[in-house]
């Protein structure tokens, strides 16, 4: 079955600064790789996604890229603010007729001011 | 608000106790799920739902038992828990597979196990 790795497990910025967080999975059938924002004490909500007919996606100052050949995609955050200190997980949604999710390890990020 | 809302949020329960966790979305949706969310580990995904009916059970303890009467209602009946079984347990829904795929989660339950 699909596995997702994340990485890194923590990352510390300086606010301003980029940060980028990397997963790779292991189905290349997957075709939706989205990913989500867990703030302290709340609920994961999602923040950007791609499919796999797409190579990059931008909204703002995030973005997310999509190497399927490699198998790999990553989450990029420009000119970070404290606000961006959270949890983020990447996720994978294997091929075939299947709402079934796949995680990541999730990511903690931390901006310092 | 995203529209899922999860019951009761904290819960303490000793390992011989019955309690049952409750969720109710109000997007719509035709799919929903249950996650255990445990620290430094992956969302875990127990169970999925289509059209109220269970299509994944992601080898889930029998001490975990969902059950869906429609598409707006999940619920997740828990017995003879273990201390392991400490989480926080999230609820999600989704529009059903093969169409928009971004799951909408609730605010948990908090759930310790004495």
């Known amino acids: 079955g699909e596995n997702v790795e994340q990485h890194p497990s923590t990352l510390s910025v300086q606010e301003g600064d980029s940060a980028v967080i990397k997963c790779t999975y292991s189905d290349s059938a997957s075709n939706y790789f989205p990913w989500y924002k867990q703030e302290l004490g709340k609920r994961p909500q999602l923040i950007i996604d791609?499919?796999?007919?797409?190579g990059e996606k931008k909204d703002q100052r995030i973005a997310v890229t999509l190497n399927k050949t490699a198998k790999h995609f990553s989450l990029h955050i420009t000119e970070t603010q404290p606000e961006d200190s959270a949890v983020y997980f990447c996720?994978?949604?294997?091929?075939?007729?299947?709402?079934?999710?796949?995680f990541g390890t999730g990511t903690l990020l931390a901006v310092q001011p | 608000e995203t529209g899922v809302t999860q019951t009761p949020r904290h819960l303490v329960m000793g390992m011989t106790n019955k309690k049952s966790l409750k969720c109710e979305q109000h997007?719509?949706?035709?799919?929903m799920y249950w996650y255990k969310q445990s620290a430094k580990k992956p969302l875990e995904l127990m169970f999925v739902y289509n059209f109220k009916e269970q299509t994944e059970n992601n080898s889930v303890p029998s001490r975990f038992s969902p059950e869906c009467p429609n598409s707006s209602h999940l619920f997740l009946h828990l017995h003879t828990l273990q201390p392991e079984d400490s989480a926080l347990y999230l609820c999600?829904?989704?529009?059903?597979?093969?169409?928009?795929?971004?799951?909408?989660f609730g605010p948990g339950t908090r759930l310790t196990v004495l």
């Open positions: 996720a994978a949604l294997p091929g075939g007729a299947t709402n079934k999710l796949i």
């Open positions: 997007l719509g949706h035709n799919a």
């Open positions: 791609i499919r796999s007919n797409v």
């Open positions: 999600a829904s989704s529009q059903p597979v093969g169409t928009r795929d971004e799951q909408f």
